[in-house]
């Protein structure tokens, strides 16, 4: 969001923090950039309340959204972490079309993994997760794209 758009009374969305699981955030605050979902999970609605704040902050009052009762009601938040509401339907729009592809990619990745599972076991080579080098540049790729599993390492 430009600094142009932060008037007092402008709508903003952004996320809460803890709704999504890697939610791990040095600065200590729970409030992160605008995450579209399908359910609505961890949206804050909010309306800015004033420009004078730390600079680069602006005040917010949050008025709708899941996780409204874990926030204060208004809160100094960074710019750079809000969203003008407007934005909402383009963000969703913009979801909801490379959600369709990645779905397509990781329809082939998984093809993939079990092509090389019918591999493995072809040639006896026990489970394909014990192909510790074989299989790193998948497991090193997820890991890279945020995907975290203990059974990633069993």
């Known amino acids: 969001m430009k600094k142009s758009d932060a008037k007092p009374g402008t709508k903003v969305v952004a996320s809460y923090g803890p709704a999504f699981d890697d939610a791990c955030y040095d600065d200590g605050t729970d409030i992160i950039l605008y995450r579209f979902n399908e359910d609505d999970h961890g949206d804050l609605v909010g309306v800015i309340r004033s420009e004078e704040a730390a600079p680069g902050n602006v005040k917010v009052k949050?008025?709708?959204?899941?996780?409204?009762?874990?926030?204060e009601e208004e809160m100094e938040v960074p710019l750079s972490l809000l969203t003008l509401e407007s934005d909402r339907a383009s963000i969703e729009?913009?979801?909801?079309?490379?959600?369709?592809?990645?779905?397509?990619?990781?329809?082939?990745?998984?093809?993939?993994?079990?092509?090389?599972?019918?591999?493995?076991?072809?040639?006896?080579l026990g489970p394909l997760a014990d192909l510790y080098d074989a299989v790193s540049p998948l497991v090193?790729?997820?890991?890279?794209?945020?995907?975290?599993?203990?059974s990633w390492g069993c």
């Open 62 to 71: 949050w008025i709708d959204g899941m996780y409204l009762d874990d926030v």
């Open 93 to 124: 729009a913009a979801y909801k079309n490379v959600s369709k592809e990645i779905r397509e990619k990781m329809k082939e990745a998984g093809k993939l993994v079990k092509e090389a599972n019918s591999m493995a076991k072809k040639a006896k």
């Open 140 to 150: 090193d790729a997820m890991d890279n794209s945020g995907w975290r599993s203990s």
